[in-house]
Every structure is written in C-alpha cells, then in structure tokens.
C-alpha cells in the first residue's frame, strides 16, 4: 500500500530507477498516502500484520485502541517519542504493509494498463465523415 515513512518519494525515486520503471508513477503512487488517508492506511496495515503474526504465532502484538493514540501523541514531545508509541506495531505495519501491497500491487497494474488503452483508444478514435445521398449512386 505505502511506506509509512518520511520521504516516501525519495525512496519510490530509487527503487524505480533501481528496477527501471516509470519514476513518475512511482511518484504519484506516493500521493495515494496524504495526511488524510495515512491513518486509516496505517491502521489497517497494523490491524492486518498483527492478524498475520498472531495467525502464524510469530508474535502477539497489542490490540490497537484509538483512544490511547490520541491521549500518547498528545504527550509525544519528539520525535523519539512517536518511535517509542509505535514501536509494539513495527512489525505488524510492514507485514501488513508488504501483504497489502503485493495484493494491490496487480490490481494496479492491471487497472493502469485497461485505463491507458482506453485512454489511448478514446484518444485515436476518428470520426467517420458523414455520408450524403450522392455518394451511394
């Protein structure tokens, strides 16, 4: 779904150019994650991971409780302290954020691809000339 990170794009800049695909896409797809849609996409990659973890028995992550967030990240006082707050769901956030990802991650391509053609076909298409009466004789 998304790096949550700072510096999403710089990051998506060197692994497109690293696998040679579209930078600018790799960019946009970026822009998907803002600070409207970073919590819940964070809350659901949390919320997946710590499923996933606790479904393999690879580790039993707290429930998450949206209550304690708001009371911790008001005292939060740097940085360090954010850390210190997300720390029990580090790796619920990326085994969510990788599982998501590679689940998205087709349906994007597909979904990107069927839109250009489209895009590309809407674009090509010409208009017929109209026909008059004389022609057919």
């Known amino acids: 779904m998304s790096l949550l990170i700072p510096g999403q794009m710089p990051v998506a800049i060197v692994i497109a150019a690293v696998l040679r695909v579209n930078i600018p896409i790799a960019i946009m797809a970026c822009w998907i994650t803002n600070p409207v849609t970073m919590a819940p996409a964070a809350w659901w990659e949390i919320e997946l991971g710590s499923w996933i973890m606790r479904t393999l028995g690879i580790g039993t992550p707290p429930a998450l ?11 939060a006082q740097s940085f360090m302290d954010y850390i210190r707050i997300f720390r029990p769901w580090a790796g619920s956030v990326y085994i969510g954020g990788v599982v998501t990802g590679a689940i998205l991650a087709p349906i994007g391509y597909a979904l990107s691809y069927l839109l250009w053609d489209l895009m590309l076909m809407m674009s090509h298409r010409r208009e017929k000339p109209p026909t008059t009466l004389t022609d057919e004789k």
């Open 65 to 75: 409780d949206w209550d304690f967030f708001k009371q911790q990240l008001h005292l």
